[in-house]
Nanobody
Framework: QVQLVESGGGLVQAGGSLRLSCAASGRTLSNYHMGWFRQAPGKEREFVAFINRTGVNRFYADSVKGRFTISRDNAKNSVYLQMNSLQPEDTAVYYC???????????????WGQGTQVTVLS
């Protein structure tokens, strides 16, 4: 079992930045590939960013490429999402998730956090 807890969400003006953190307990996070997903009101959950176990491979949704950066610190059992140039359309609940597979498909992720709200004001 892996327990994931996100933090760092909040209210920010358009053009601003936030850094989300995802702390893991239970099994070591280095055994898992990690993803960030988000879900806006009335919309399906969507992929945001992926990082493999070692941190070498990263992949981003087109909508956030160049603005968001995913990283991890296995020694701290944590994953991060640096979000810059935030726009109102980035408003959503953001979730981190852990998978044994290198994938962007949410169904392949076994463990999920409870989510953290990000609201971007225009």
């Amino acid at each position: 079992q892996v327990q994931l807890v996100e933090s760092g969400g909040g209210l920010v003006q358009a053009g601003g930045s936030l850094r989300l953190s995802c702390a893991a307990s239970g099994r070591t996070l280095s055994n898992y590939h990690m993803g960030w997903f988000r879900q806006a009101p009335g919309k399906e959950r969507e992929f945001v960013a992926f990082i493999n176990r070692t941190g070498v491979n990263r992949f981003y949704a087109d909508s956030v490429k160049g603005r968001f950066t995913i990283s991890r610190d296995n020694a701290k059992n944590s994953v991060y999402l640096q979000m810059n140039s935030l726009q109102p359309e980035d408003t959503a609940v953001y979730y981190c998730a852990a998978s044994r597979s290198q994938t962007t498909y949410s169904y392949a992720y076994t463990y999920w956090g409870q989510g953290t709200q990000v609201t971007v004001l225009s």
